[in-house]
C-alpha cells in the first residue's frame, strides 16, 4: 500500500538557519503530494502541494519539489524564523479504489524547533 | 478560512464506557468528514470517511461496532467510542472537505486526547 517516510526529529535550528526535512513515499500511480503544518494546538494546515512529477510547491518561504525518479518530495525554507517552529507532516493523497473517495496517507511528522 | 472544531478538545473515562466526539464545520459544509487517529509520534492513521446521508467508510482493520460514525448533516459529524478500553486511548482528529472543493482540500480540526482508565 501507499506509505510516506519523512525525516525523524526533532529538529532544532537557530533564526535564519537552512531547513530541509526529507520525505520518500511509496505509491501505486500517480499521486498528489503535500506539506501540512501543525501549530501548538491547532489543526493541520495545508502548508503546500504539487499534483504531478516534477512541480514545485510554495507558499510561506516554503517549497518542495515532486521529484518522481528518487519519489521524493523534500520541504525547504532557506531561512527559518521563530515562528516556524511546528510539527510538519508529508502526505501523498490518491483516489481509494472504486473512486469513490480521495485518501491521503501521512508521515509520522518532523517537530520543528527554531531558537532566536 | 475555513474552520473545522471538535468537541471536548480532551476527555478521560472509564473502561468500558462510551464516549463520543464531535466535530464541527463552521463556516462551510462539509459533504465528506474523515476520522484519524494518531498514536505518539505516530503519523495520523486514517480510520473512516463518512458523506453525509451515507454510512461510513471504514479503514481496514478498524472496528466499525465499536468506532461509530454518523454525519447526520452537512456541518456535524460525531465519532462514538463504545465500551472504551485503555487500548483505544489516542488522539482522535477530524477533517472536513468543502461541497465542491478540490478533493484533496480538507480542513483539519485541532483534535481530541481521549484517556480510558
Known amino acids: 500500500g501507499d506509505s510516506v517516510t519523512q525525516m525523524e526529529g526533532p529538529v532544532t535550528l537557530s533564526e535564519e538557519a537552512f531547513l530541509t526535512i526529507n520525505c520518500t513515499y511509496t505509491a501505486t500511480g500517480y499521486p498528489s503530494l503535500f506539506w501540512y503544518v501543525q501549530y501548538p494546538g491547532e489543526g493541520l494546515q495545508l502548508l503546500l502541494k504539487a499534483t504531478k512529477a516534477d512541480d514545485k510547491g510554495s507558499n510561506k518561504g516554503f517549497e518542495a519539489t515532486y521529484r518522481k525518479e528518487t519519489t521524493s518530495f523534500h520541504l525547504e525554507k532557506g531561512s527559518v524564523q521563530v515562528s516556524d517552529s511546528a510539527v510538519y507532516f508529508c502526505?501523498?493523497?490518491?483516489?481509494?479504489?472504486?473512486?469513490?473517495?480521495?485518501?491521503?496517507?501521512f508521515g509520522k511528522g518532523t517537530l520543528l524547533t527554531v531558537n532566536p | 478560512g475555513a474552520v473545522v472544531s471538535q468537541h471536548p478538545s480532551w476527555v478521560i473515562c472509564k473502561s468500558g464506557t462510551s464516549v463520543k466526539i464531535e466535530c464541527r464545520s463552521l463556516d462551510f459544509q462539509a459533504t465528506t468528514m474523515f476520522w484519524y487517529r494518531q498514536f505518539p509520534k505516530q503519523s495520523l492513521m486514517l480510520m473512516a470517511t463518512?458523506?453525509?446521508?451515507?454510512?461510513?467508510?471504514?479503514e481496514q482493520g478498524v472496528e466499525k461496532d465499536k468506532f461509530l460514525i454518523n454525519h447526520a448533516s452537512l456541518t456535524l459529524s460525531t465519532l462514538t467510542v463504545t465500551s472504551a478500553h485503555p487500548e483505544d486511548s489516542s488522539f482522535y482528529i477530524c477533517s472536513a472537505r468543502a461541497s465542491g472543493s478540490s478533493s484533496y482540500e480538507q480542513y483539519f480540526g485541532p483534535g481530541t486526547r481521549l484517556t480510558v482508565t
Open positions: 463518512s458523506n453525509e446521508g451515507s454510512k461510513a467508510t471504514y
Open positions: 502526505a501523498l493523497g490518491g483516489w481509494l479504489s472504486g473512486g469513490s473517495n480521495y485518501k491521503l496517507t
